[in-house]
């Protein structure tokens, strides 16, 4: 299994912004440790579901730790040459509460997108993970997609008109 979460992780920091103080092995040992303790698992899915929000909160944290002033929120890197380098995206941060809001409304769908994003599994082991069709787990797939698009580009129902 630590090969699995290690690929796992490996995959989610390549999504990160470069410059990232975590690298992929201290983001599995560090959801490894957020893991252990008197927690059981029923199955693979629902291990696998489990460690990936351990990263996806590990990474958000990270993200708002870094955006405090305290910590160079509002210094811009610059490298060497003295070009400036490109802003840290606020992505994972915009992205987290788009997540959060999609929760709010179906939990299942949420469900679905962390497990595809965050932890890497495929629709058939999502659906597997959930106790879902494939179909259902395909068609919740595809809203949460759309759903987060439209909020994270302001054109979702809660978002002002353009």
Not at 79 to 105: G, N, Q, V
Request: no cysteine; charged share 30%.
């Amino acid at each position: 299994m630590y090969d699995e979460l290690r690929k796992l992780a490996a995959a989610r920091m390549a999504a990160e912004a470069p410059g990232h103080t975590l690298d992929a092995t201290a983001l599995v040992h560090e959801a490894y440790l957020r893991l252990v303790g008197d927690q059981h698992f029923d199955g693979r899915g629902h291990f696998f579901a489990a460690a990936a929000e351990a990263m996806r909160r590990i990474l958000v944290e990270s993200a708002r730790r870094k955006g405090r002033l305290r910590h160079g929120g509002a210094r811009q890197r610059v490298e060497l040459a003295d070009l400036p380098a490109a802003a840290p995206p606020d992505d994972l941060l915009d992205l987290d509460d788009a997540l959060d809001r999609l929760a709010e409304r179906d939990p299942v769908k949420a469900e679905v997108v962390k497990l595809r994003f965050f932890a890497g599994l495929t629709v058939p082991e999502v659906a597997t993970a959930l106790g879902i069709s494939v179909a259902t787990a395909e068609r919740h797939w595809t809203f949460a997609r759309t759903w987060l698009f439209a909020e994270l580009n302001g054109t979702g129902e809660d978002s002002p008109a353009p």
